[in-house]
């Protein structure tokens, strides 16, 4: 089940806020009954690893906790202490290595020449989203940010929630650890997780879906031009955009709507000027994970140029390979640990030399941009071909033969509102009806256009 389909509008999501405001003090249970509906929908088998994974990450967090209150000093605490942490997180790690990656190690190992039969592991939707969530909860727990959480079916609640269980954002249980206790719904929480529901529909529906048409043409095509290439990884730089920025609105506002507040994902990326400054506007939850789970660990920022430099590409090796289990996943992580200690350097050797703006901001858009092609490719291969036709010099009339009149409106659309005018132009409190009047005239042709069309799955549900 999907945000974007006919049964969740319009059945799961009315019944399930009816049954939620009605439930009294039974809240949490209503919410978790329902969490679990929606993962069974789709995910029927796989439904008991996650419990299974809710049930072990229980036991640690409290295992854990009971360590840390025996005795603080002993050192033969904190060994089993540590020995319980890495025991939570390795469990973590092989359930997410084991459903995610054997088929691409088997895949390697026999383009080595070592003949392993693969046993077609399907891979669990969100398996990648709520294990990284599982990983914080216990870290938290050991440092001491947190306490465990004595009651299974409040974990159960953490780890499962429906609106952000399938692709994030990546909610950390330190940021929601009150409001599963104690939280309240006013109906200025209902009216703004409403409307933030409505804008990340539409998001996905008018924009994302519909400029990802241009970037399914050209990235099928086999004799690219050079315009026709650039134009087909500009439109996928804006649908996956607005395909995962819509899927975070829509995960944040039905959290606001059964009283929760899920930090911001998205914030405008591609006004950066800088790859750095990329990361901290795109997919924040994921970066803020590995920032404060891996990159700190490792050293950091405050170690010798070098290790600085090895702790970056360990981080985006492991970015890339989260995304996916592939090669061109990998590259894609790599093309930004490149850029990213380039920066560095740059800064530090050249830190009296001051380029424009809209230099800084090309130089960051041409490298996202061809970055993406990493990502939008089935393989390696196919994207140095693709990149290829970028740098060809090659033009023809193709753009102009091939895209639709509906497809280049939408691109031009989410180019503008790629940047913040949407804010400049609805951010004053007296325009705070026109924008509402907009908001649900873009939700109900979204609507029209789902149901014409058909279902659409999120770009990042494979992830």
């Known amino acids: 089940m999907v945000f974007s389909s006919e049964i969740f509008l319009f059945i799961f999501l009315p019944l399930t806020i009816i049954i939620y405001f009605l439930s009294g003090r039974f809240k949490n249970i209503a919410l978790l009954v329902s969490s679990l509906l929606f993962y069974a929908w789709g995910e029927p088998v796989y439904i008991l690893l996650m419990l299974g994974s809710v049930c072990a990450n229980y036991l640690f967090g409290l295992a854990i906790e009971h360590i840390l209150q025996c005795s603080a000093a002993s050192s033969r605490h904190a060994d089993f202490k540590r020995f319980v942490l890495a025991a939570a997180c390795a469990l973590n790690l092989l359930l997410l290595g084991v459903f995610k990656y054997t088929g691409f190690v088997i895949s390697n190992l026999n383009h080595l020449g070592i003949a392993v039969s693969d046993p077609g592991i399907d891979l669990p939707i969100g398996i990648s989203f709520y294990t990284f969530q599982s990983i914080s909860y216990i870290i938290d727990v050991y440092q001491g940010k947190v306490p465990a959480q004595k009651s299974i079916l409040k974990l159960g609640l953490y780890i499962s929630m429906f609106p952000q269980l399938i692709a994030g954002p990546i909610v950390r249980y330190s940021d929601v650890e009150r409001e599963i206790d104690h939280r309240q719904t006013s109906l200025e929480d209902f009216y703004e997780g409403t ?30 031009s050079m315009n026709m290439a650039w134009l087909g990884a500009f439109a996928y730089a804006l649908q996956i955009y607005f395909d995962f920025s819509g899927y975070s609105d829509m995960a944040i506002g039905l959290g606001r709507i059964f009283g929760f507040h899920f930090l911001e994902n998205f914030n405008y990326p591609y006004i950066s000027k800088s790859i750095q400054e990329f990361w901290r506007r795109w997919h924040m939850s994921l970066g803020g994970w590995f920032r404060d789970y891996v990159y700190i660990p490792l050293g950091g920022s405050r170690c010798p140029q070098i290790r600085v430099s090895f702790n970056l590409f360990v981080v985006f090796f492991l970015t890339g390979l989260w995304h996916g289990a592939s090669w061109n996943f990998v590259v894609w992580g790599i093309w930004y640990a490149i850029f ?17 703006s809209a230099i800084q901001h090309i130089y960051a858009i041409l490298v996202i941009v061809t970055g993406w092609v990493f990502f939008r490719a089935e393989t390696c291969r196919a994207a140095f071909t693709y990149i290829g036709a970028m740098f060809s010099f090659r033009f023809d009339d193709t753009p102009i033969t091939c895209i639709s009149l509906e497809c280049f409106v939408m691109l031009m659309t989410g180019m503008i509102l790629s940047i913040p005018v949407y804010q400049i132009v609805f951010g004053n409190k007296y325009m705070r009806l026109f924008q509402d009047v907009f908001v649900t005239g873009c939700f109900i042709v979204g609507i029209l256009y789902m149901v014409g069309n058909g279902f659409s799955p999120f770009l990042y549900f494979r992830f």
Do not use: C, H, W
């Open 195 to 224: 409307r933030r529901f409505m804008i990340g529909f539409s998001k996905k529906i008018l924009i994302a879906d519909i400029v990802g048409k241009i970037a399914d043409t050209a990235f099928s095509m086999n004799d690219l």
């Open 340 to 356: 990213l200690i380039f920066e560095r350097f740059a800064k530090q050797r050249y830190r009296a030399v001051k380029f424009p």
